[in-house]
Structure formats: C-alpha cells, structure tokens
C-alpha cells in the first residue's frame, strides 16, 4: 500500500503536538486527519476507518481510554492500529491503554523521528501480515488474505498486534520464545518496547481464543523460565 493510501488519525487537544505530528506525518507522505478529543476521533473514525490512530490519553470530553475501548468494540476497526501517547511516568495510563485494546504507545515528550520510526514498524508488520497463506491447528484457522481467525468454522475476533502474534506463534509452532524475541519477530528489532507489553497481548490473544466455540487458549502455553510456545501437544508447561 502507498503512503498517500494509509490513513492516520491523529488525536490530542494540545494544539502544538497535533501540528508537530501532523507536519512529520505529512512529509512522510501519510494522509492525515485530526481530532482533539475522544468524542471528534470516534465520530471521524466512524465516517472513514483510520489504518492507524494516534491518540493521546489525557484529554476533555472523553480520554482516549473510553475511546480506545469503544473503538475495539466495534470489529470494523479489528485491523485499525492504536497507539497512545502517555505522559512520562503514568504507569496507570500505560496499563489501561493496553487494557483497553492499544497496540503501542510512546510517552511524551518523544523526538518527532522516533515517533515516525514507532509508526513505520506498526505498519511493517501489520503489512507483514498479507502474505497469502491459511494456517491451521486443529480447528483453529488463521486466513492471512483476510486477515480472519476461525474456530469450529466460527470468526473470532482480535486485535492486529494479536493477529500478528497468533501468526507468528503458529508459523514457528514447538518452539520456545523469550519475550526479546518475541518483541524482536513480530514488533521489529528496531523499536523499543517494554518487555511486559508481550505479556499483556499474549493475555489478551489467550482471552480471544477461549472465546470461541473451542477453549484454544491452552495452545499458548508459558514456559517457566524462557518465555512462550505455540503447541498443540500436552500440558502447559511450567
């Protein structure tokens, strides 16, 4: 896909960062749009579906927090990226951002290339993602032209960075991961994510697989010690 193509919505009520974001977006060729507060993003997102949202936590009328959660629960924005912007410091904003369905975030205040950088990889490996390709495990199927997940001939629904892991996962079944290369394979070598943010999508991808009309959450077994597997066989290990 072009650039002039991917539409971002950018989202703050602070005049001087929507204007600084806007202008790098821009130069990079990206079209995009602009919002000051959670309520305009969910009414500019609803008349055209952004590829990705950049938003800011804190802001009046509604925080991107209920924003982000009323966006992820409507599935026309299933492979609509998220990444919140957070003040220094707020643990409580990163952790509910990730609760609420964001993909990525970076805190403020940031360098302007390490935001285009930040948003170059989300895109990467959401775009890693159309390879043609149906992976199946059981059954559990992944349609990577669709970007859909079946179980028992049901959809499913989950997040990109959810998608994107469950690829992963089921492209290199068997096989132990730590959470570095896990961060390193399916979000980038190249950006800097904290290690426990994996924790928090592979709690959330488990939660997405019990929900359908087959429990495959156990598929995503912990391995004391290291990290993560994707397998079918025998017990979680521990």
Not at 96 to 108: C, E, L, R, S
Not at 151 to 160: D, S, T
Not at 182 to 192: C, E, I, K, P, R
């Amino acid at each position: 896909m072009k650039k002039k193509d991917i539409k971002i919505l950018l989202v703050d009520d602070e005049p001087d960062v929507i204007e600084i974001i806007r202008y790098n977006l821009q130069q990079e060729g990206y079209n995009v749009k602009t919002a000051s507060n959670g309520k305009e993003a969910l009414q500019k997102a609803r008349k055209n579906i952004p590829h990705l949202i950049i938003m800011d936590v804190m802001m009046p009328e509604m925080d991107g927090i209920e924003a982000c959660e009323q966006l992820r629960m409507d599935a026309i924005y299933n492979d609509t990226i998220i990444m919140f912007l957070t003040a220094r410091g707020e643990d409580y904003s990163y952790v509910a951002a990730f609760d609420a369905g964001a993909d990525d975030y970076v805190t403020k205040p940031f360098a302007p290339r390490e935001l285009i950088a930040r948003i170059k990889a989300l895109l990467r490996r959401t775009e890693a993602g159309d390879q043609r390709g149906r992976l199946e495990v059981e059954q559990l199927v992944l349609d990577v032209d669709s970007r859909r997940i079946f179980v028992a001939n049901g959809p499913i629904e989950m997040g990109p960075t959810e998608f994107n892991l469950l690829l992963f996962f089921m492209s290199h079944p068997e096989r132990a991961y730590t959470r570095n290369q896990l961060l390193d394979h399916v979000w980038g070598a190249n950006v800097y994510v904290e290690e426990r943010t994996v924790d928090v999508h592979i709690r959330r991808l488990r939660k997405a697989l019990e929900g359908g009309i087959v429990d495959y959450s156990d598929l995503v077994q912990t391995v004391r010690g290291t990290g993560y597997r994707f397998s079918a066989k025998g017990m979680v290990a521990e």
